[in-house]
């Protein structure tokens, strides 16, 4: 396919001292700069987030689900007993 393109003095002039510093013509660095435009994935706006995996790591082992147990009876004792 066959396209032509007017561009501005300024970005022509950017665009074949591109071209030169890679030692292509402008058309082949335009096409470059076009397919790469054209075919990457296109951004999220933002950074991907970081796993929280092993955020809390330094703090040794979490407790188990016996001890949870044992803790919420602890805690719930004479929970919603009428007071005198």
Same mark, same amino acid.
């Given at each position: 396919?066959?396209?032509?393109i007017e561009i501005p003095a300024a970005l022509e002039a950017v665009?074949? *001292?591109?071209a030169n510093a +890679? $030692?292509? &013509? *402008? &058309?082949s660095? *335009?096409? +470059?700069? %076009?397919e790469h435009a054209l075919t990457e994935r296109p951004q999220q706006g933002h950074e991907p987030k970081k796993s *929280?995996? $092993?955020? %809390?790591a330094k703090y040794g082992? $979490?407790?188990s689900a016996e001890e949870i147990d044992e803790n919420?009876?602890?805690m719930f004792h004479g929970f919603a007993e009428e007071v005198p």
């Amino acid at each position: 396919m066959n396209l032509t393109i007017e561009i501005p003095a300024a970005l022509e002039a950017v665009l074949k *001292a591109k071209a030169n510093a +890679q $030692g292509i &013509s *402008a &058309s082949s660095y *335009a096409r +470059q700069v %076009l397919e790469h435009a054209l075919t990457e994935r296109p951004q999220q706006g933002h950074e991907p987030k970081k796993s *929280a995996f $092993g955020l %809390l790591a330094k703090y040794g082992p $979490g407790p188990s689900a016996e001890e949870i147990d044992e803790n919420r009876r602890e805690m719930f004792h004479g929970f919603a007993e009428e007071v005198p």
